[in-house]
C-alpha cells in the first residue's frame, strides 16, 4: 500500500460547489502539507500543519481550509470553488526535511 | 524576486551526455537544499539532498552547492531517455525548517 493516499484522483465540479480533498498517511510523521501545482508556477504551499493541534496559512492560502483530524488524516476543502482553482493538489508529509508526496488529485473547476 | 529559481526549459540533452541543472535562492539562511524528479502526471520524487558547500554524488547524480553565490546545481551523467521529466529545486527556510519552497521547475529532455 501506498505510505501516502489521496481521495479523490480526480474531480470535475461546479463554480460555487463546495469540495474536500482527503490525505493520509501511513509513515507516522507529524508533519503534512498541502501544495497545488500549476504549469509554469511549480508547486506552491496552500496550508501545512507540524502536529494535530497546528496549522499554518501557506503563501496561497485565500479561499481554501484545512482540518487535521489525526496525526495520518490532513483534509483540505474549497468553501466555494472557483475556475482558478483548477489544478493538482498534493499532500506530502515530512519528518524532517524530506517531504513525501502522495499521487496528487486533479481538480477540475467549471 | 522568485524565492527559488530555475531555467524552466526545455532542456535537451543527447544521450550519454552530461545534463546540467541549475538553480539560484534568496534567502541566504537556508541550510537544506533538495531535488526532486517530477515525471509527468505523477508526483514529485526526491533524488539527493544537501547541506554543505561543495560536491554530493549518488550514482549518476551529483548536486554542487556553493551558500556564497546562493546557487545549487544537480549534474546527471550519462544521461538516459528515462532522466526526462521535469526537475525542482527545493529550498528550505531560514523562519522555518520545515517549510520548503520550491522552484518551478526545469524541463530535461534526453534525445536518443
Redesign the interface.
Known sequence: DADVTQTPRNRITKTGKRIMLECSQTKGHD?MYW?RQDP??????IY?S?DVKDINK?EISDGYSVSRQAQAKFSLSLESAIPNQTALY?CAT?S?????????TRLTVL | QKEVEQN?GPLSVPEGAIASLNCTYSDRGSQ?F?WYRQYSG?????IM?IYSNGDKEDGRFTAQLNKASQYVSLLIRDSQPSDSATY?C?V?THSS?????????TRLSIRP
Open positions: 508533519r501544495y509554469g508556477l511549480g508547486l506552491r504551499l501545512y507540524f501557506g498534493f515530512s524532517g526535511d524530506t517531504q513525501y508526496f502522495g499521487p496528487g | 524552466s537544506s533538495f505523477k508526483s514529485p520524487e526526491l539532498f525542482l527545493a528550505n525548517a520545515s517549510k520548503i519552497i520550491f522552484g518551478s521547475g
